[in-house]
């Protein structure tokens, strides 16, 4: 299995900690890309019209797209229960990981507000109001603490940890932690983890 790589891009992260987290990291082989909003992969697009990463090819030669795809895939093939089949603990855990990719989505705008678009075009509000899905979404899981549960280990705890992740990466003066203790504190235990400890690099 192959996974066009980004060592910074969230939605990889996600993918290769679900992965981690099935026994699956050894068969994941890491592939270099490029992926940029205004200079597209061409190379990915060979393989993935939208030009984007995670792109993920099986065994088989299939290509898979978007990280939602990829990591039920993974739990499929790992025989794992991170996608709880059927009945409320799926809804729960896909409506969880909507929440962390909305996080991530608006996350990513907010990024490219800053680094892609040029500054004499940049709109500040814009930028505020993606960062405010982000502040939105972690009162609503102050809020809703069983949505956290310490012995909750499903598709949506790892999308929001990821989602966590890469705010302290990218958005270091947010400062979302002291808004938001029990959410901190959830993450400081939850990130402990082996595979959100691990790293990945080509």
Not at 96 to 110: E, M, N, P, R, Y
Request: proline share 7%; glycine share 6%; net charge neutral.
């Amino acid at each position: 299995m192959q996974i066009y790589f980004s060592p910074f891009s969230p939605y990889v992260r996600k993918c290769l900690v679900t992965a981690h987290e099935l026994g699956l990291s050894d068969r994941v082989q890491l592939l270099p890309s490029n992926a940029n909003p205004v200079q597209r992969d061409r190379d990915i697009i060979a393989r993935n019209p939208l030009g984007k990463v995670p792109t993920f090819i099986t065994d088989e030669g299939a290509v898979l797209y978007d990280s939602r795809v990829i990591c039920e895939y993974l739990d499929e093939i790992g025989n794992g229960t991170l996608f709880p089949r059927s009945g409320d603990a799926r809804w729960n855990a896909l409506t969880l990981q909507a929440l962390g990719d909305g996080i991530l989505d608006g996350a990513l705008i907010a990024r490219y507000e800053d680094v892609a678009r040029p500054e004499p075009l940049r709109w500040p509000e814009w930028r505020a109001a993606q960062l405010d899905k982000a502040e939105t979404s972690l009162a609503h899981l102050s809020a809703n603490p069983a949505l956290i549960a310490p012995q909750r280990l499903d598709i949506g705890t790892l999308t929001v940890a990821c989602a966590l992740w890469y705010l302290d990466l990218r958005f270091a003066d947010f400062g979302w932690r002291q808004r938001h203790p029990a959410v901190a504190a959830w993450y400081e235990a939850f990130s402990k983890r082996p595979s959100l400890q691990a790293s990945w690099a080509l």
